[in-house]
């Protein structure tokens, strides 16, 4: 009986032993720009599970105007990934999500730029990580600047500055428009946000915190910059030029965009170019965006999520992280970012001081998740609405107004 | 068992077996139609009426408990008495009817003279053939990008080609009537080959004696494709024309690409403003899917009536 017995228990150790660990699959929701960049995705997560090889990955590739539908699946169904990309924190995700003022303590937020960081805080509690962060600013064709004999914009300079100076090179450098400008709601904004105006309330409660008056003054002054310095129609919500490719193309003096576009530029432009400093109008002001990851509680593989979170987030992960997508590192700590040419070097930190100078609501207006409930679409229609003259700056102003409450009411 | 039973029994059993045949020829197409009854159900009937149920409730497009706005509340016919306060609904609904009236006409003609053309046997009409079909296979998206390039205000082949005539740009995507003009054009160039297509079946199939005759006669050509031609193509007109009409009214992927709505909202047709409704408007789902409601009973009755009136001329 005790043969047995010892054989049966040697059996039993011998099975444990010989087994494999169990490997977790973490579910990640993402959204990508392309083909490269989920490809460059995919070789940060064979690297991670090189180092980690229990944990693989199954990569869910969602669209990104899909996101906010698909965390209200999420809540609905209860069924979630283990850890998704997101620019945006909805309510409804929000019991649901991992709180890393837990899991690392307080403090550990305080290494993320500030403004970004700042969206992720609910309360005391930290709901997610943030992943990159970009800046919207201008890009100048600096060989149009010399062959004008202009000097380029300094810091400290103003639209009222700059506008006349970009006309100035265009007629004298032959290049066709003086400005091209994404036709973007989160580009515009900046220009408002330039001029002290900024849609919600920078703390919760979040109220309407618009002074509209102000902000028709400012829409009004952004429709003549549209039709004294850019190409005719750009921003009637129809045209189907392309701003990156007329300043690529050396059609533009200048380029109003962001971050994202530096290893573009990098790669494809045959000039000389320089990005930033972007002029400001009674304050500095960027528009502070970018990503974040939340890891959620109802994951199986909880401390793999987390684990993968921490790693991607750490600064030494950020610099790699930034410099293979071309994006500023959300991590204050990952200082020596070796990206791909000095003129990108120097643009980053251009853009990261335009960060730095933000009021707090070029950050806060951009995280509230009311801003998905339809106002972004509200926010270009007021612009491209007077453009194209079909309503008035009061009537856009107050259509926008009424939209920024409404999504309030749909958010709580 | 007499002899008188067995007879009885055989009897039955064949006529039992004859049943079992006859029911297994009369069942027999109902089961080969059964595969198609139950994809239409589940992908066309059952859809369209979840929707119809929809659109008598006030509700998000998925339901989060958590959200007491996303939660469906019964409102009856209410969403579409709104639906006629909207001002984006009525005007997109303006807009589409306007677009069908200019737009299926447009393309009926540009399809007629195509299939007139190009109808005679020739290699050469065989090539061209093939060549103007071609945009029928591509999809609306593609055909949207590729007005956008050649109608870019600043940066497009048409306005090149003007400005080497010293013709100054023309703002084909950024002024509200020539944008509208233009969505007619791509919509027309992506549907005419198909179309030509039709009636050039149609043609081939009206009797070659019939203009002998009036050739001997003496008739005019003018003549012979008013009594002739045009009488004779009328069931392929139809087709064009139904088919021309649902597709005007459910107009989207074209004018997605070409124009997204704009400038302002001055290209938005119903089924984008429905789009816009439901998936860019929080919790607006039972008014969008009131708005499809009306575009349904708008192309049905349509639909029923071009039918009826097609055959009482037939």
Redesign the interface.
């Known amino acids: 009986m005790k043969i047995v017995k010892h054989t049966a228990m040697a059996l039993v150790a011998a099975t444990a032993l010989a087994t494999p660990v169990i490997a977790s699959e973490l579910q990640l929701g993402w959204y990508v720009d392309g083909d490269e960049q989920e490809q460059t995705l995919r070789t940060l997560l064979d690297q991670y599970t090189k180092l980690h090889p229990d944990t693989t990955f199954d990569l869910q590739i969602t669209p990104y105007d899909g996101m906010s539908e698909k965390f209200r699946q999420y809540a609905a169904s209860g069924i979630m990934p283990d850890v998704s990309l997101t620019s945006s924190m909805e309510p409804v995700v929000r019991p649901f999500l991992v709180d890393w003022a837990e899991v690392n303590g307080k403090d550990w937020i305080n290494q993320f730029v500030k403004g970004w960081a700042d969206g992720a805080k609910l309360g005391d509690k930290v709901i997610a990580a943030p992943l990159d962060v970009t800046a919207v600013g201008i890009f100048y064709n600096v060989d149009a600047f010399a062959k004008a004999g202009v000097a380029v914009p300094q810091a400290g300079a103003t639209w009222d500055d700059v506008l006349p100076a970009l006309k100035q090179v265009s007629e004298k450098a032959g290049v066709r428009f003086p400005l091209v400008w994404d036709v973007s709601a989160h580009r515009y904004l900046t220009y408002q946000f330039q001029y002290g105006n900024h849609i919600y309330s920078e703390d919760a409660p979040v109220k309407v915190a618009m002074d509209d008056a102000s902000w028709v003054a400012v829409l009004k002054q952004f429709v003549k910059v549209t039709e004294d310095y850019m190409p005719p129609g750009l921003w009637s919500g129809s045209s189907s030029d392309k701003p990156y490719d007329m300043f690529v193309n050396q059609q533009a003096v200048a380029y109003m965009s962001g971050s994202w576009q530096i290893q573009s530029f990098n790669d494809n432009a045959a000039f000389k170019w320089q990005a930033g400093p972007t002029p400001k109008g009674t304050v500095s002001s960027s528009n502070v965006g970018g990503n974040y990851l939340v890891a959620f509680n109802t994951s199986k593989h909880l401390d793999e999520a987390i684990s993968f979170v921490n790693w991607i987030t750490s600064p030494e992960v950020q610099a790699v992280y930034a410099k293979n997508f071309g994006l500023l590192p959300a991590n204050k700590l990952a200082t020596d970012v070796a990206y791909s040419s000095p003129d990108a070097t120097a643009a980053v930190k251009g853009f990261q001081q335009d960060l730095e100078n933000s009021p707090r609501y070029a950050a806060t207006d951009q995280a509230w998740p009311e801003m998905q409930a339809g106002v972004w679409d509200a926010v270009k229609a007021s612009v491209t609405s007077v453009v194209s003259g079909q309503s008035t700056a009061e009537d856009a102003v107050a259509m926008l107004h009424a939209a920024a409450e409404a999504a309030i009411t749909a958010t709580k | 068992m007499s002899m008188g039973d067995r007879t009885q029994i055989s009897e039955t059993g064949r006529s039992a077996a004859g049943l079992l045949r006859l029911a297994g020829r009369t069942s027999w197409p109902y089961l080969l139609l059964l595969p198609t009854v139950a994809l239409l159900f589940a992908f066309t009937l059952y859809p369209l009426l979840q929707g119809l149920w929809m659109s008598l409730f006030r509700r998000?497009?998925?339901?989060?408990?958590?959200?007491?706005?996303?939660i469906p509340v019964f409102v009856g016919f209410d969403n579409y008495l709104k639906l006629f306060a909207d001002k984006d609904f009525v005007l997109s609904l303006v807009r589409t009817v306007l677009f069908v009236v200019v737009a299926v006409p447009v393309q009926l003609a540009a399809s007629l003279g195509l299939a007139l053309l190009l109808a005679p046997q020739t290699r050469f009409n065989a090539v061209m053939r093939t060549i103007v079909f071609f945009p029928s296979m591509i999809s609306g998206l593609i055909i949207g990008v590729i007005w956008?390039?050649l109608?870019?205000?600043?940066?497009?082949l048409v306005n090149y080609g003007l400005s080497l005539l010293g013709i100054p740009?023309v703002?084909w995507?950024?002024q509200?009537q020539l944008?509208q003009a233009a969505v007619v054009v791509a919509w027309v160039w992506g549907g005419a080959g198909f179309n030509m297509m039709i009636l050039i079946a149609g043609l081939t199939a009206i009797p070659k004696d019939l203009y002998e005759a009036a050739a001997i006669d003496g008739t005019s050509r003018w003549r012979r494709f008013t009594r002739i031609t045009l009488p004779l193509l009328e069931p392929s007109v139809v087709v064009v024309v139904v088919l021309g009409v649902i597709g005007a009214f459910q107009v989207y992927e074209i004018v997605v690409s070409?124009?997204?709505?704009?400038?302002?909202?001055?290209?938005v047709f119903l089924v984008q403003n429905i789009y816009?409704t439901a998936?860019?408007?929080?919790?607006q789902a039972g008014l969008a899917a009131a708005q499809s409601g009306v575009l349904f009973v708008i192309l049905m009755v349509l639909t029923i009536l071009q039918l009826r009136v097609a055959r009482r001329r037939g």
């Open positions: 998000g497009l998925v339901v989060v408990p958590q959200v007491p706005e996303s956008a390039w109608f870019a205000r600043n940066s497009g740009a703002p995507l950024e509200d944008a070409l124009t997204t709505g704009g400038p302002g909202r001055a290209t816009d998936f860019r408007k929080p919790n």
